[in-house]
């Protein structure tokens, strides 16, 4: 056992189990009895430590969730950093050394960020109206309300956003990465109407990755007030991906090789392996 977890037991008080001791007269009665001690109690007692077990490993994502909360505030400070977690460790009550916790540092705690806004925008989108959205059609005005409304949540951290992107782009972040984002854009379209099952399903959210993923680098040099230019950046690319969707539709054929092209270079943009210039 590391000497984290240690620490981590020794914050938390454990449960013992304990077998009873029976002591009966007589070699047939101490037979029985040892025999079903055996095949019951020696089953409780496994049963107690894999519970003790479990509850253990719930309890260590309970403290390492708490001290995640508590490091995105000195994001802004000491930016998404081994120092931020130290900081949120020791602001939570634990020993600044449990920041050994995440393996990734700054990567562990851009993740929680990326999973508790994408749980956020699900609940805002539950309450949204749903009048326009159609399978005829393309939902825009909910898609850019949702992609808007995810990429306000950076807000607070706008500036350092950057060098959070370019750890997301590390070899050992970029499945999360991947999977948050991946988790975004399947919210977004489930919860805009979209139930299909053919290859479209799978067009639609790369198409829509890629749509987030340039905004949300637009977004970081956007100055206009209430972000204007963003959003209507996000409402031409919808626009755009409308087009082709409808090209995708009158005529698969001649359409796919664009498609897949434009497939593949989002997919370079979301892997990071793309820059600007």
Known sequence: MSNLRRIIRSLRIGHRYIAPLVVVQGNN???????YYNQN?????????????????????????????????????????????????????????????????GGDLVHFFNIRCNEQLVVEMKTWPKEDIKESKVPMKFIESAIMTRLLMIEPYKSTWPKAMAI?????????????LLS??????????????DFNWYMRRVG????YKAAELFYLTDSSQESSATRSFVNSRIRDAQLIQTALNTNPVSAAPQTLTAAFVTAK?????????
Request: with cysteine; charged share 20%.
């Open 168 to 180: 997301q782009t590390l070899p050992n972040n970029v499945p999360n990465c991947l999977a948050t």
């Open 208 to 211: 829509l990755a890629g749509i």
């Open 41 to 105: 109690v020696n089953k409780e007692v496994t049963t107690s430590a894999i519970t003790t077990e479990h509850e253990e490993h719930q309890y260590e994502e309970n403290v390492k969730n708490r001290i995640l909360e508590r490091a995105l505030e000195f994001v802004t400070q000491t930016g998404w950093s081994v120092e931020s977690l130290s900081s949120g460790a020791k602001t939570a009550g634990y020993p600044s050394i449990t920041h050994g916790l995440f393996p990734n540092g």
């Open 29 to 35: 009665v101490q037979r029985i009895v040892r025999s």
């Open 269 to 277: 943009n979301i892997l990071g392996i793309n820059t600007l210039k």
């Open 184 to 197: 975004l854009v399947d919210d977004i379209c489930y919860h805009s109407g979209d139930r299909s099952v």
